[in-house]
């Protein structure tokens, strides 16, 4: 028993000095296999390349219509025609379509989501297909796609 526990005694420093001089390891990154010094652009925010054709929903700037906002709804009034159909079968509600901001402010990709009839929902792509450039959203610095929705409105008003 004495044996025993002299061994014991004998072998547990040992092990205390062998696992104090192994340093510690760090957690593994799941980045730590990149390659740093690579041709592509690293997105530094998340330490992954960067995607030029990466589409945003949320950025630090948002992308905005020349003039802000109440002048892309001035715009709307000023530019939609609403369609005879629709006029004469007194159809009105709003459309909501979804599209993509490009780096040079652009409008593509434009989708109807919620559709009121196919010539009112037309009539909104055709608008916003004629839209003035935007100001582009941006994220870390640099302009960057973003998908936006708006929703457009089309009413008619008692005559």
Known sequence: MKKT?????????VLMVSA????AQKPKDRNADMIIDSPIPMDTSKNVPYDPSRIFTSVEQIPTFPGGFEAFYKYLAQNIHYPTGAVKDRIQGKVFVIFVVEKD?????MKIIRGVSPDIDAEAIRVLKSSPKWKPGIQNGRPVRVQFSVPINFSLSAK
Do not use: H, K, N, R
């Open 105 to 109: 402010g652009s409008l593509t990709d």
């Open 5 to 13: 526990l002299l061994i014991a005694l004998f072998i547990l420093p």
């Open 20 to 23: 104090q001089q192994q340093p």
